[in-house]
Nanobody, 122 residues
């Protein structure tokens, strides 16, 4: 199984970025897909998740109303649209796959991408 995250970069506060994560080697719609992030010196934290079937989504409180997770099962890809970015959103963002539900802890996820760095300048 491979998860390939992309789309990170440097953006000014208030700007937007769209992250993508392409999956291979997995029956994509069987898996919940989520995004986590890890800032320097901090623990990895849950950002958003979306179920494979039905598309139920869950968001961390700190991104509600600003970030949107979506997926394209035909393309085996999950997206994270990030708007109104803040300096505190600076982190490495990871996509992850979970055969079960939308877990919010990293230990619940079986597969991880390599991460993509998002830097928000204030």
């Amino acid at each position: 199984v491979q998860l390939q995250a992309s789309g990170g970069g440097l953006v000014q506060a208030g700007g937007s970025l769209r992250l993508s994560c392409a999956a291979s080697g997995v029956t994509f719609n069987w898996y919940t897909m989520s995004w986590f992030r890890q800032a320097s010196g901090k623990e990895r934290e849950f950002v958003a998740g979306i179920r494979g079937i039905g598309g139920t989504t869950v968001y961390a409180d700190f991104v509600k109303g600003r970030f949107t997770i979506s997926r394209d099962n035909a393309q085996n890809t999950v997206y994270l649209q990030m708007n109104s970015l803040k300096a505190e959103d600076t982190a490495v963002y990871y996509c992850a796959a979970n055969y079960l539900g939308i877990g919010t802890t990293k230990d619940e996820y079986q597969y991880w991408g390599q991460g993509t760095l998002v830097t928000v300048s204030s």
